[in-house]
Structures are given as C-alpha cells and as structure tokens.
C-alpha cells in the first residue's frame, strides 16, 4: 500500500546508527585500547622497578666484588632506562588518545589526576635515564666508592636521588593502573550518552503531520 501524501514510515534505515552513534563507538573502541596499552605499559614500568632496584640491586652489591657490582648494575639500569622511557612515551601517547576520546569526561577529577600521574611519570623516567643515571655510570667507571670522600659523598647523594625518583616512579605507576582501569568507558555510559541526545525511533505504522 502507497503511503498518503505527508506520511511517513517506519523503515530499516532508521535501524542504522547514526553518524554520532558511528562516532561516539570510534571513540569508546580508542579510549579502551589506550586503556589497555597504558595499564601494560605501567604495569611494566612497576615491575621493572622494583625487580631491578628492590630485588636485583641489593642481591648484585651484596655478593658481586667492587667495582663489577657498580658496573653490572649500572649496564643494567642503562639499559632499563631505554626501556622506562619508551614505555613512558607510550604512556603520553595513550594518555593524549584517552583524553580525546573521553571528550567532556577528560574535564572530570579522576582523568585530570591520571594526567598529571602520567606527566610525572614521565619526567621521571626522563630525568633518571638522561641525568642520573649517566652520573652513578660515570662515578662508577673512575673507581668512586659511595661514602668514601668527596666524590664518594656525590655519588651517594646521586644515588639517593635517583631511589627517590625510582620510588616515586613506581608508585605512580601501579597507581596509573588502577586510574586508568576506573576511567574505562563502559557500554551503559555510551548508551546513557546516546539517549540523552538521540530522539526515540517512530513506532510502526503513518505517523500524523
């Protein structure tokens, strides 16, 4: 039967999902693959820490002679630094994709804090590869003992320097994790966002003018 002049109906394209439906499930699918790249990458920045300066550190000092402790372990972190830092640029990077994709929700307290997490973070990571580690290396390559003299002294305060970082680092870490799980979007946030700008579909049937 033809439809009367001013009629309409109820068709399958009004099934489709609209083009901010189409959007909005772009950006959910970005915000939980940031989500899950950035909890590896914390995840991974925390464990390294602490197998390396709560685990590896004490055991290597303790039994490995002057100076092939200070060395191994310099190699180590050197190396470990590389790794830190590239995880930590991820980190930015996953950060900068969450918060497009959060759109108003980024302006929330909980993404604000997981930002200024990640930035310190970062820092960190920067600051130990690039500064402190470099200067414990290069104490260790003349022969430097901590604690023993002047540059005994420098080297001890670098390396209490850089625990602090590294502790610093580690929390904010495993707290970046659970930050990051919290802030994932969920299906009932994007279909409570749709309903709140989407009108209802018409029923079935001629619809009056």
């Not at 109820?10 to 901010?20: Q, R």
Request: hydrophobic share 45%.
């Amino acid at each position: 039967m033809s439809n009367e002049p001013g009629e309409e109906r109820f068709t399958a394209a009004d099934l489709e999902p609209s083009a901010d439906d189409l959007r909005e499930r772009r950006r959910a699918l970005v915000d939980r693959l940031a989500a899950t790249v950035a909890v590896l990458c914390a995840g991974s920045l925390f464990g390294g820490l602490i197998a390396l300066g709560a685990c590896a550190a004490p055991m290597v000092f303790q039994h490995a002679p002057s100076p092939f402790a200070g060395n191994a372990m310099g190699a180590a972190f050197a190396r470990w630094d590389r790794v830190a830092v590239a995880a930590s640029v991820v980190l930015l990077a996953c950060e900068i994709a969450r918060t497009w994709a959060s759109g108003r929700r980024s302006r929330s307290v909980v993404p604000r804090i997981r930002r200024i997490a990640t930035v310190i973070v970062a820092a960190s990571a920067a600051y130990i590869g690039s500064v402190l580690s470099p200067r414990i290396n290069e104490l260790h390559q003349n022969g430097v003992h901590r604690g023993d003299g002047e540059q005994g002294a420098v080297l001890e305060a670098v390396h209490k320097r850089a625990e602090l970082f590294g502790k610093v680092e580690a929390a904010l870490a495993v707290g970046l994790v659970f930050l990051h799980v919290l802030t994932i979007r969920t299906r009932n946030e994007d279909d409570d966002e749709g309903e709140d700008d989407a009108p209802a579909p018409l029923p079935p049937g001629p619809r009056a003018r």
